[in-house]
């Protein structure tokens, strides 16, 4: 997970926004598990 500014251009205004990489899970369970993880944080 990074922040917004990691993938701006130049002097353009940045937005209040975060890039999710999801990598190949082992199976859907541990698919399951990370996206959770991420509503948990979202929500908090």
Same mark, same amino acid.
């Not at 917004?4 to 369970?29: H, L, M, Q, W, Y």
């Not at 959770?36 to 908090?44: A, E, Q, T, Y």
């Given at each position: 997970?990074? *922040? &917004?500014?990691?993938?701006?251009?130049?002097?353009?205004?940045?937005?209040? &926004?975060?890039?999710? *990489?999801?990598?190949?899970?082992?199976?859907?369970?541990? +698919?399951?598990?990370? +996206?959770?993880?991420?509503?948990? +944080? +979202?929500?908090?």
């Amino acid at each position: 997970m990074y *922040c &917004a500014e990691r993938f701006s251009v130049g002097n353009s205004t940045v937005p209040k &926004a975060i890039r999710i *990489c999801i990598t190949a899970p082992k199976d859907v369970e541990e +698919l399951e598990k990370g +996206l959770n993880i991420i509503k948990s +944080l +979202l929500n908090s």
